[in-house]
């Protein structure tokens, strides 16, 4: 059973960062590309970041230059450091990733966790 924790979430004011982190829990599996994702209220889930096994890198351009999503490969871990947050940043942010386990890969969502950018 593969899961994606993620952690890191919370309250922080305007200009300030947060860092998300994103690990795949399970044996004997391997992480490969994996993305961020986030959702406020009343809107769709938009991508905000991508990044490949090889650490290839793709942004939303709402947060290109103050987010830089990074990985841990040894330890299937994504990260998401979050600087310059800005008040529409606030959403509910989740990780997404193709899980390999098992001689076949699976897609997976992480629960999501609460971001809020408040003064």
């Known amino acids: 059973q593969v899961q994606l924790v993620e952690s890191g979430g919370g309250l922080v004011q305007p200009g300030g960062s947060l860092r998300l982190s994103c690990a795949a829990s399970?044996?004997?599996?391997?992480?490969?590309?994996a993305s961020w994702y986030r959702q406020a209220p009343g809107k769709e889930r938009e991508l905000v970041a991508s990044i490949t096994r090889g650490s290839i890198t793709t942004y939303a351009d709402s947060v290109k230059d103050r987010f830089a999503i990074s990985r841990d490969n040894a330890k299937n871990t994504v990260y998401l450091q979050m600087n310059s947050l800005k008040p529409e940043d606030t959403a509910v942010y989740y990780c997404?990733?193709?899980?390999?386990?098992?001689?076949?890969?699976?897609?997976?969502w992480g629960q999501g966790t609460q971001v809020t950018v408040s003064s």
């Open positions: 399970g044996t004997g599996l391997s992480m490969n590309t």
């Open positions: 997404y990733g193709w899980v390999w386990q098992r001689l076949r890969t699976s897609d997976y």
